[in-house]
């Protein structure tokens, strides 16, 4: 499997890199009948809650009803491959890549099929913890399958739910599912087969606020007077935090970096870089919280959102007249 690609090694990321602060309009939004998107620091909580501490605590992973999978879904750039990997490194685990591209032209036919998944089930066993990993998450449910496409998205379909049963209550193994269109996917198969659900939203202003800081100087640059970062902020609104470094990294380079102590940073520099990326716009985060909304959790979180109902008046009493 090693030789396949299919027991990878994870890069080591830590869960307190992921940069991102709470929401702090989230009381005021729901007081206005508006369900906040969770916050990035939700997000790194839930992570820990859903994967990190079942995985690696035996104790833990003992007392807590079992987590079978988990999605990560968002928008590009909002780093869900990185908390997948931050679970990994947090935990110990290794790591199985069942990606449709990474499988795809290994183990050919039914019979090879079955021997892959037999052996990752088996290997995963021992080797425990472990994390399984779907990259595309929604390909594998998906309605209708590209043409053209030669990864056979669909190829798992009917084995994943089989996995999934061969996981008893003293294994320490997480599938992890990331989308970044779950909206494609035949809803019912895919909300049964990933049990937790996590919605990684665009960062706010406070989340960009720091990030922007984190990333300029975690890539060699120096945060002076002459740098507005309130502005860098303010203008943007909708870009992911793949978007920011994404900037960063092409604006700091190596002569740039050489130049600062003469000319400070300024953040005009990065309006240039910026204006080559497509933000993520408000509608299609809102395709994501109305999805969210059709799923069992979705359904559950907005039931007990709802605020309780008035008790009636007791029957036999009629009001006093004025």
């Known amino acids: 499997m090693v030789q396949q690609g299919v027991l990878v090694k994870c890069p080591q990321v830590w869960l307190k890199e992921y940069i991102g602060d709470y929401s702090y309009l989230g009381t005021t939004l729901r007081q206005a009948d508006i369900e906040p998107m969770p916050s990035l620091s939700d997000v790194r909580q839930l992570v820990a809650l859903y994967g990190i501490l079942p995985l690696g605590s035996q104790v833990v992973h003992e007392n807590i009803p079992q987590i079978k999978s988990l999605l990560l879904a968002g928008p590009r750039g909002v ?8 679970i990994c490194t947090e935990t110990g685990a290794n790591l199985f890549d069942l990606t449709a591209g990474n499988i795809a032209g290994k183990y050919p036919g039914k019979s090879g099929l079955s021997m892959l998944i037999h052996m990752v089930t088996k290997v995963a066993k021992q080797l425990q913890p472990s994390v399984v990993f779907i990259g595309d998450a929604e390909k594998t449910f998906v309605k209708k399958a590209p043409k053209g496409d030669k990864t056979d998205p669909k190829r798992l379909k009917k084995d ?7 996981f008893k209550p003293e294994d320490r193994i997480l599938l992890v599912g990331t989308s970044r269109s779950p909206f494609d996917s035949e809803l019912k198969p895919f909300v049964k087969t990933y049990e937790k659900i996590v919605l990684i939203p665009r960062p706010d202003y406070a989340s960009r606020f720091i990030l922007w800081k984190h990333v300029i100087m975690a890539h060699g640059g120096i945060i002076t007077n002459h740098l507005d970062i309130s502005s860098l902020t303010k203008i943007t609104d909708g870009y992911t935090q793949g978007h920011i470094v994404e900037a960063v990294k092409y ?3 190596e002569r740039r970096i050489a130049q600062l102590p003469k000319k400070p940073l300024g953040a005009v520099e990065f309006v240039s870089p910026l204006a080559r990326i497509d ?3 408000k509608e299609e985060e809102e395709a994501f919280k ?4 059709k799923t069992p959790l979705g ?3 907005l039931e007990a959102c709802k605020p309780p109902e008035e008790e009636d008046e007791p029957k036999g009493k009629k009001k006093k007249k004025k």
């Open 290 to 293: 109305v999805w969210y909304l």
């Open 160 to 166: 994943l739910p089989k996995v999934l049963k061969g």
């Open 299 to 301: 359904k559950k979180r």
């Open 79 to 86: 780093g869900k491959k990185m908390l997948m990997q931050a």
């Open 251 to 253: 604006i700091l380079s």
């Open 279 to 281: 933000p993520i716009y």
